[in-house]
C-alpha cells in the first residue's frame, strides 16, 4: 500500500523553479512531520527540508537554504517542496519522507517511518 506520493519532478534549466507535491494517507500525514531527501548518481541520499505536524517549525540543509522552501497544506494532506534558482547539483531522485517529529529527519541516520517512491529531478546547465 502506497501511503506517500510524490510528484512534479522534471527537466528544467540552470535558474529555474520547480515544485514537488507528496500526498499522504490521513493518518500519516496529521501524526508525522513531513520532509525531503534526495540523492544523487553515486552518492548518498541526504537531507533537504522538514516541516514539522503543526508547519510551525522547519528545517533545511544549508545547500538549499534560501532557494527552497517546505510547506504543508493539511487540509489537503501534501506537503511541497518549491525550489527556484535551481543548480545542476540539485539534479537528484527526490524522496518524500515521513517521521514522529520534523528534527528527526535531520539526524543521520534519519529516523523516519515512511518514504515515497521518489521523483527525478534533472536541472541542465
Known amino acids: 500500500q502506497v501511503q506517500l506520493v510524490e510528484s512534479g519532478g522534471g527537466l528544467v534549466q540552470a535558474g529555474d523553479s520547480l515544485r514537488l507535491s507528496c500526498a499522504a494517507s490521513g493518518s500519516i500525514f496529521s501524526n508525522n512531520g513531513m520532509g525531503w531527501f534526495r540523492q544523487a548518481p553515486g552518492k548518498e541520499r541526504e537531507f533537504v527540508a522538514a516541516?514539522?505536524?503543526?508547519?510551525?517549525?522547519?528545517y533545511y540543509a544549508d545547500s538549499v537554504k534560501g532557494r527552497f522552501t517546505i510547506s504543508r497544506d493539511n487540509a489537503g494532506n501534501t506537503v511541497y517542496l518549491q525550489m527556484n534558482s535551481l543548480k545542476p547539483e540539485d539534479t537528484a531522485v527526490y524522496y518524500c519522507?515521513?517521521?514522529?517529529?520534523?528534527?528527526?529527519?535531520?539526524?543521520?541516520?534519519?529516523?523516519?517511518?515512511?518514504w515515497g517512491q521518489g521523483t527525478q529531478v534533472t536541472v541542465s546547465s
Open positions: 519522507a515521513a517521521a514522529r517529529y520534523d528534527a528527526y529527519m535531520t539526524v543521520t541516520p534519519p529516523r523516519t517511518n515512511y
Open positions: 516541516v514539522s505536524r503543526s508547519g510551525d517549525s522547519t
